[in-house]
């Protein structure tokens, strides 16, 4: 894929959805260097959880609206751009792919050579606004939408439509994937984030994008044994390790100092609050 100068309209990577998988998807593609936009309405359904108790490394549970709020924190830190709005459509800017035979290619036309999708995005006040990407990440639970018009499988289950996708996460358009419940995983935040790990990766490893694991390993781990440090890894020295130790335990301790300010949220059907906040 293409690297391009900063262009708040343009990506690598556009990703429908910052919740739990959206937002880790877009962390690991833009960990290794993907230019990614999160486009997002803020209503991820964990905000309606009362207190996050299974997720890995939070013994004694963690208020899901700061989880959130760290997984904002760590995306935008590791350079993906968000912004507010809900994804309406998504169209092929290649004339020349034919959706019915799964969206593929003919001719010259390389998806992964410049802006293979146009979506659009409509934003609280109305305004319509438009991303061109190379690849799209579907992490919108639960909202498949604007996949219609590029014929994306999907099943309808009662009022859910999933969106069907190989175990890697690529749907059966070439560079549209999905991520998330959205893909009929389990609904746990913890399954959610792993499946939008897994999805950020693949996309990684189809673009061009020279790519081996990301890691952060002492220094020497492979230098040392006279290997190269492997695109995507990075090797640290103690340092720079205690300098980013000391950080995070900082950053933690002013994240959890008080509670989070936010109301709770619960179903919208059962409150006058289109959100569902509740009065505290
Ligand atoms: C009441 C409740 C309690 C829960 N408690 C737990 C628990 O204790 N433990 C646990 O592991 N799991 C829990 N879950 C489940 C967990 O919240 C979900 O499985 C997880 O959030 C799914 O992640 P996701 O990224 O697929 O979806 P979400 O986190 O919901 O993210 C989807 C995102 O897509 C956005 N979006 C939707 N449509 C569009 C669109 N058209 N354009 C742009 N953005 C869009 C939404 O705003 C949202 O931010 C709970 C769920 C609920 C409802």
Redesign the pocket.
């Known amino acids: 894929m293409s690297t391009r100068e900063t262009d708040s309209e343009t990506a690598d990577v556009l990703v429908?959805?910052?919740?739990?998988?959206?937002?880790?998807a877009a962390t690991f593609t833009a960990r290794a260097g993907l230019d990614t936009t999160v486009?997002?309405?803020?209503?991820?359904?964990?905000?309606?959880?009362?207190?996050?108790?299974?997720?890995p490394g939070f013994p004694g549970g963690v208020d899901?609206r700061r989880f959130?709020d760290l997984l904002v924190e760590q995306a935008e830190e590791n350079g993906v751009r968000r912004r507010t709005?809900?994804?309406?459509d998504v169209e092929r800017t290649d004339e020349d792919a034919d959706p019915s035979d799964g969206g593929e290619s003919h001719g010259d036309a390389d998806p992964s050579d410049g802006d293979a999708f146009e979506v659009s995005?409509v934003s609280d006040g109305g305004e319509t606004r438009t991303y061109r990407a190379d690849a799209v990440v579907a992490?919108?639970?639960?909202?498949a939408?604007?996949l219609d018009g590029l014929g994306v499988e999907t099943r309808d289950a009662g009022s859910k439509t999933y969106v069907i996708v190989d175990d890697l996460g690529r749907t059966d358009v070439e560079g549209v994937y999905a991520?998330?419940?959205?893909?009929e995983?389990?609904?746990?935040?913890?399954?959610?984030?792993g499946?939008?790990a897994e999805v950020g990766l693949t996309v990684v490893h189809d673009s061009e994008t020279p790519y081996y694991h990301d890691w952060v390993t002492p220094e020497g781990y492979f230098t040392d044994r006279g290997r190269e440090v492997p695109p995507g890894c990075e090797e640290i020295d103690a340092a720079e390790r205690e300098r980013r130790d000391a950080e995070s335990r900082d950053r933690m301790r002013e994240a959890f100092e008080g509670p989070h300010p936010e109301p709770q949220r619960?179903?919208p059907s059962l409150v006058d609050d289109e959100l569902g906040r509740l009065d505290e």
Do not use: F
């Not at 429908?16 to 880790?24: D, N, P, Q, S």
């Not at 486009?39 to 997720?55: G, K, P």
């Not at 991520?179 to 893909?183: I, M, S, V």
């Open positions: 429908g959805g910052g919740g739990v998988a959206g937002l880790t486009v997002d309405t803020d209503e991820s359904i964990l905000a309606r959880n009362a207190h996050l108790e299974n997720v899901a959130l709005g809900r994804v309406t995005a992490a919108s639970w639960s909202d939408s604007y991520a998330g419940r959205l893909t995983k389990y609904h746990q935040a913890v399954v959610a984030a499946h939008g619960t179903h």
